[in-house]
């Protein structure tokens, strides 16, 4: 439980935050403002704003919960996972987007393929981030209800309202340069959980031969390759394979919420760093919140329901004041990950939707204004679909079974529409559902086809083959798309474009 310091050290940080909230509410005055922060945003902001945006409040619980339960092989979706496929985007991927001058990734697969392959993926990015936020919002109930005693849904509640609040008033720059405040809460918060419990279990060594004495079981938790004989849903093919190859370039290349943010960067040079930068930074994660679900399996052996270590081992190794700190790093990977989904929805929703079926030739304040009020009936949605999250053995599991089922076939699509100038959009159509449907019966029948419980790293390997397979086979047999219309939009044609227009252009100031 909190007591009179920790409550100060929290509200002292809920002011603060609702203040730069407020204060940035002062630069919005059109809808790129406020989705793109008027492409103003240093390298160095976007770069922490994407890794707190992808390590936050469910990293804090799930993350360290699915290391009690497994062990440090979960550390691969940082290591193995995220750095390779960030250092893929900045390379290739996001000057790919900033020279082809796109909003949303909807928008691109649209003008690549056409209409209802655009509204559809912008459906299901809806869908996604919705139930992502739910996800997010029960991590907060969690813990709060751990700390506080309060009810988890008065908790998801509260938590709405403040954080739906100040994301309303200041669109993406109050969303990112909060979310600078919030990286460096959130690894302080971490690094003292760190020490606290390593200096408690007397260092790394007695750690692990404490867990080695609770029993075979455990004889993995220091592994980062395990056998596909293991019951884990963490195998190394599922790992390489639907990990590697998949859901983590799918995740950096195609997620509106990350992909979003080098958008509104000063320039290209900007864009390309900010997602070098991150990658430097999620390095460090595994070691901020995987070992701290070891230290807890050290230190409190039994806890059933392994969501529940992190919370157990704040209230077992924190004093007064300290435990306010990590409470309000807690809140600060809450937050930001709200935040981001809730921009990036929005953006969605008044680009793909609103302005594309609904009204299409209004103001641009207009934009504004729905962009806000989709925000606010976002986050009421959230709340709605938070229980969901209690179904699963684990919310970091559910949110992979999410990301799993759409995400192979987002990016087969997505590589083959920037690479291969073959590709149709009757393709790109087919792919995108098939991939979507085969994934969901894959899903559906996990107890048959698959030996382990939990095999979301499989089916997002299949749904992406699947995807790649259909859109091939049907591009193959339609007509091609016409240069004028692919011009521009397959990356080789964008690089061309611009070096020419750069040449023009030096041709002209040479004049």
């Not at 969501?307 to 300290?322: K, T």
């Amino acid at each position: 439980m909190l007591n009179g310091i920790d409550y100060t050290i929290v509200l002292l940080y809920f002011a603060g935050i609702l203040w730069m909230g407020y204060y940035f509410k002062n630069f919005v005055h059109t809808s790129t403002d406020y989705f793109l922060a008027g492409k103003t945003l240093p390298f160095w902001a976007i770069g922490m704003s994407i890794v707190v945006t992808d390590i936050g409040a469910v990293d804090f619980i799930g993350l360290t919960g699915q290391a009690y339960r497994y062990g440090i092989v979960v550390g691969n979706f940082d290591w193995i996972g995220s750095v390779p496929a960030m250092i893929l985007a900045a390379l290739v991927f996001v000057p790919y987007y900033w020279r082809a001058g796109v909003f949303t990734i909807p928008e691109y697969l649209g003008r690549r393929y056409n209409i209802y392959v655009r509204t559809i993926h912008a459906c299901v990015w809806l869908l996604i981030l919705t139930l992502n936020l739910g996800i997010i919002l029960w991590a907060s109930g969690v813990l709060l209800s751990e700390l506080m005693g309060w009810s988890i849904m008065a908790s998801i509640v509260l938590t709405a309202v403040v954080v739906g609040l100040y994301t309303i008033l200041g669109g993406l720059s109050a969303v990112v340069m909060t979310d600078v405040i919030q990286l460096v809460v959130m690894f302080i918060g971490a690094i003292a959980v760190l020490i606290l419990g390593l200096w408690q279990l007397g260092g790394w060594g007695a750690m692990v031969d404490k867990i080695s004495s609770l029993g075979p079981q455990y004889a993995d938790h220091f592994s980062l390759i395990l056998s596909p004989n293991k019951n884990t849903p963490y195998p190394w093919t599922g790992i390489f394979f639907g990990l590697a190859l998949v859901l983590a370039p799918a995740y950096f290349i195609a997620n509106q919420a990350i992909v979003q943010r080098s958008l509104g960067a000063i320039n290209e040079w900007h864009a390309k760093a900010s997602v070098l930068w991150g990658a430097f930074l999620k390095m460090f994660i595994p070691i901020l919140f995987v070992v701290p679900g070891l230290i807890a399996l050290g230190l409190i052996p039994g806890i059933e329901d392994g969501d529940r270590a992190f919370p157990a081992l704040i209230r077992q190794l924190l004093p007064p004041g300290m435990t306010g700190l990590v409470f309000a790093a807690f809140f600060a990977g809450l937050m930001s990950s709200v935040d981001s989904a809730l921009n990036s929805a929005a953006t969605i929703w008044t680009k793909d939707i609103y302005e594309r079926f609904i009204k299409r030739d209004a103001t641009d304040l207009h934009y504004l204004r729905v962009g806000r009020l989709f925000t606010g009936v976002l986050i009421i949605f959230a709340v709605l679909s938070a229980p969901i999250s209690d179904l699963f053995e684990g919310i970091y599991l559910y949110i992979q079974t999410i990301f799993s089922i759409f995400q192979g076939p987002t990016l087969a699509i997505l590589l083959l529409g920037m690479f291969w100038r073959r590709t149709t959009q009757w393709g790109g159509l087919a792919g995108l559902v098939g991939g979507i449907c085969v994934a969901t019966i894959l899903y559906l029948l996990k107890s048959t086809l698959f030996t382990i419980d939990d095999p979301f790293l499989y089916i997002a390997w299949w749904s992406f083959m699947s995807g790649m397979i259909i859109a091939v086979v049907v591009s193959l047999v339609t007509a091609p798309e016409p240069l004028d219309k692919i011009r521009g939009l397959v990356y080789g044609m964008v690089l061309h474009d611009v070096e020419m227009q750069n040449k023009l252009q030096d041709k002209l100031a040479e004049e």
